[in-house]
């Protein structure tokens, strides 16, 4: 299987704060990397598919990078619903995730 | 409106078998390849397994942990996805989420908590 490794896996932050959080393939996936926001008690939520496509309805503040096994995600302008944890996942072969890294409140 | 409701969750002893449901609405489930993912209190998103749409084969994958025990169904006819989880242990127990797959996962369910607990 294809793994996936975040980071950090905890990073402190304060509103309006620019935030990378990187991912690493062990292979290489082309652009097949997504990745996901979620709050406690809910689904993901999709906001970055094929490396660097915004989801329809997503802040552009958000925006996603990389090819092969190196891959980022940036927030520009770190807003206050955006403290959550946030989901790497391959999908170029079996579907994995990476660890998760969660935002929080410096 | 894309819409998936996950049912079927519940406390089950261990060794025991459970069959969660996803009825979808909103798209063109026959189409669809459909998945589980599962997520263990306090602890990151892992993938269970993946059902291509009929006209891709409609084949199933299963990750590791689960792979024998566990099987992914879908009834187009209902817009339905099952996942059949039998021999449940406690590493089991999480909620289980049914999802689209397309370009990653864009629509999600709720989830049902499974609880594997003597």
């Known amino acids: 299987d294809i793994q996936v490794t975040q980071s950090p896996s905890t990073l402190s932050a304060s509103v309006g704060d620019r935030v990378t959080i990187t991912c690493r393939a062990s292979?290489?996936?082309?652009?097949?990397l997504a990745w996901y926001q979620q709050k406690p008690g809910k689904a993901p939520k999709l906001l970055i598919y094929k490396a660097s496509s915004l989801e329809s309805g997503v802040p552009s503040r958000f925006s996603g990078s990389g090819f092969g096994t190196e891959f980022t995600l940036t927030i520009s302008s770190l807003q206050p619903d955006d403290f959550a944890t946030y989901y790497c996942q391959q999908y170029y072969g079996f579907w994995t995730f990476g660890q998760g890294t969660k935002v929080e409140i410096k | 409106e894309v819409q998936l409701v996950e049912s079927g969750g519940g406390l089950v002893k261990p060794g025991g078998p459970l069959r969660l449901s996803c009825i979808t609405s909103?798209?063109?489930?026959?189409?669809?390849?459909m998945s589980w993912v599962r997520q263990a209190p306090g602890k990151g998103l892992e993938g269970v397994g993946r059902i291509k749409s009929k006209a891709d084969g409609g084949t199933t994958d299963y990750a590791a942990p689960v792979k024998g025990r566990f099987t992914i169904s879908r009834d187009d006819s209902k817009n339905t996805l099952y996942l059949q989880m039998d021999s449940l242990n406690t590493e089991d127990t999480a909620v289980y989420y049914c999802?689209?797959?397309?370009?990653?996962?864009?629509?999600w369910g709720q989830g049902t908590l499974v609880t594997v607990s003597s």
């Open positions: 999802a689209t797959a397309t370009r990653g996962f864009p629509d």
């Open positions: 909103g798209f063109s489930f026959n189409k669809a390849w």
């Open positions: 292979q290489s996936i082309s652009d097949w």
